[in-house]
T-cell receptor, first 112, second 114 residues
Framework: GEDVEQSLFLSVREGDSSVINCTYT??????LYWYKQEPGAGLQLLTY?????DMKQDQRLTVLLNKKDKHLSLRIADTQTGDSAIYFC????????????FGRGTQLTVWP | EAQVTQNPRYLITVTGKKLTVTCSQN?????MSWYRQDPGLGLRQIYY???????DKGDVPEGYKVSRKEKRNFPLILESPSPNQTSLYFC?????????????FGPGTRLTVT
């Protein structure tokens, strides 16, 4: 099946940028997603990128996609303590397919 | 409000005592899925359902059963729970048309099996 890799931990100071990386193996993904899980809560969609794009910017969030290397990254500018959460990468497989995969999640800790 | 609900949110049980975790969505989504989340392992898919009466195994189906008799409900059944099923469980749903496969998650059920 699909293999999705993320580093487990990232610590940054408030105001710095955070970069969370993800590599995946399935090259057929149409959408690639980043989900955020706050403490004690379920996952919520944070942002996504369509596979024919290299970059997508959404306020403080920048998603970069290198389709050739199957590498996805999420950059959070001016990281705030409220950004402390677990971030999951999930390559989409199309709405007609059922098996879905997630990375192990990156725990982002933001220090004041 | 569009949402996925799970019950119970917390459950402590003993080995071998059958239990059911319910999941319900009000968005008329065809697709529903169950995941378990364990530290260091991330989210792993247990079972999914593409529509009513259609279910299929995910990555870690052993020890679990599901049913999809109605579109809105997708219960997860543990016939004989064991301690290695202690975990945080999430239900999710999404439509199967429109191209996007963004999922909507429930709040989670924390299960402890002693």
């Amino acid at each position: 099946g699909e293999d999705v890799e993320q580093s487990l931990f990232l610590s940054v100071r408030e105001g710095d940028s955070s970069v969370i990386n993800c590599t995946y193996t399935d090259s057929s993904s149409t959408y690639l997603y980043w989900y955020k899980q706050e403490p004690g809560a379920g996952l919520q969609l944070l942002t996504y990128i369509f596979s024919n794009m290299d970059m997508k910017q959404d306020q403080r969030l920048t998603v970069l996609l290198n389709k050739k290397d199957k590498h996805l990254s999420l950059r959070i500018a001016d990281t705030q303590t409220g950004d402390s959460a677990i971030y999951f990468c999930s390559p989409g497989r199309g709405s007609t397919l059922g098996r879905l995969y997630f990375g192990r999640g990156t725990q982002l800790t933001v220090w004041p | 409000e569009a949402q996925v609900t799970q019950n119970p949110r917390y459950l402590i049980t003993v080995t071998g005592k059958k239990l059911t975790v319910t999941c319900s969505q009000n968005m008329n989504h065809e697709y529903m899925s169950w995941y378990r989340q364990d530290p260091g392992l991330g989210l792993r898919q247990i079972y999914y359902s593409m529509n009513v009466e259609v279910t299929d195994k995910g990555d870690v189906p052993e020890g679990y059963k599901v049913s999809r008799k109605e579109k809105r409900n997708f219960p997860l059944i543990l016939e004989s729970p064991s301690p290695n099923q202690t975990s945080l469980y999430f239900c999710a749903s999404r439509p199967t048309t429109g191209g996007s496969d963004e999922q909507y998650f429930g709040p989670g059920t924390r299960l402890t099996v002693t």
